[in-house]
């Protein structure tokens, strides 16, 4: 599999706190999708992790997002896309660092949504994501 990452000069790079977020275009030739449904932050006994607490749910949700693309044979570093949805748009982006350690190595495209909730008022974030295999 071939993998590119774009950053036209003709588009913003979008940036927090000196943080690049994610890629505008990802260019793939040859290989395998792997589609992963919208993970929330519970662990594998089906409990909420970080009830509150922005931060701990989105790392709880990369470990998630981790484990479901290994069950595929993929890793992060294979990730083209992702969807966020989130409660508190403003919490979500005080947490670059956390999402860089994430995503940082694939650097995917990515579209973050503010919404009024999830599946159970408790969540704060949701990812699904999309991934390439050579």
Do not use: W
Not at 55 to 73: D, H, K, P, Y
């Amino acid at each position: 599999m071939e993998r590119t990452n774009i950053h036209p000069e003709t588009l913003h790079q979008r940036r927090v706190n000196g943080i690049l977020l994610y890629s505008p275009v990802v260019k793939v030739t040859h290989g395998s999708f792997v589609f992963v449904s919208g993970l929330l932050s519970r662990n594998q006994a089906g409990e909420i992790i970080g009830v509150g607490d922005m931060r701990a749910q989105i790392a709880q949700v990369g470990e998630n997002l981790r484990l479901a693309l290994a069950s595929a044979g993929a890793t992060l570093n294979d990730l083209v896309r992702t969807c966020t949805f989130t409660t508190d748009i403003d919490e979500f982006f005080r947490h670059p660092d956390l999402r860089d350690q994430i995503f940082g190595p694939a650097l995917p495209t990515s579209t973050t949504i503010g919404v009024s909730r999830l599946s159970d008022p408790r969540f704060l974030v949701e990812i699904e994501a999309f991934a390439m295999l050579p």
